[in-house]
């Protein structure tokens, strides 16, 4: 069970910290990723965190966006900064068990609701 947090209306250029908070005991040894839904496209991959800590980031994200892990409260976060209006969407957070795959839907078998996320201009 993920449930997310976070989402918000900012100005181009601020931040935002999108939190997904994790239900179970073995949430350390889950891969997390981050994925986003604009208004008519397609979900697309933010980022993800292995249960090692490694850190794997789209093109789109790399230098503005940081995702890390509070594995003793459960907790896998998204900070978003200089964000810009081609940002804005649905962010949903996923898992997987022990995965070593990132970058597809596929890829998960968990999923969130989600947080809408709105950058102004």
């Known amino acids: 069970h993920l449930v997310e947090s976070g989402g918000g209306l900012v100005q181009a250029g601020g931040s935002l910290r999108l939190s997904c908070a994790a239900s179970?005991?073995?949430?350390?040894?889950?891969?997390m990723g981050w994925f986003r839904q604009a208004p008519g496209k397609e979900r697309e991959f933010v980022a993800a965190?292995?249960?090692?800590?490694?850190?794997y980031y789209a093109d789109s994200v790399k230098g503005r966006f940081t995702i890390s892990r509070d594995n003793p409260n459960n907790v896998v976060s998204l900070q978003m900064n200089s964000l810009k209006p081609e940002d804005t969407a649905v962010y949903s957070c996923?898992?997987?068990?022990?995965?070593?795959?990132?970058?597809?839907?596929?890829?998960?078998?968990?999923w969130g609701q989600g947080t809408q996320v709105t950058v102004s201009s």
């Open positions: 965190i292995n249960w090692n800590g490694g850190t």
């Open positions: 179970g005991r073995t949430f350390s040894s889950y891969t």
């Open positions: 996923a898992a997987r068990y022990r995965s070593m795959r990132y970058y597809q839907l596929r890829d998960y078998d968990y």
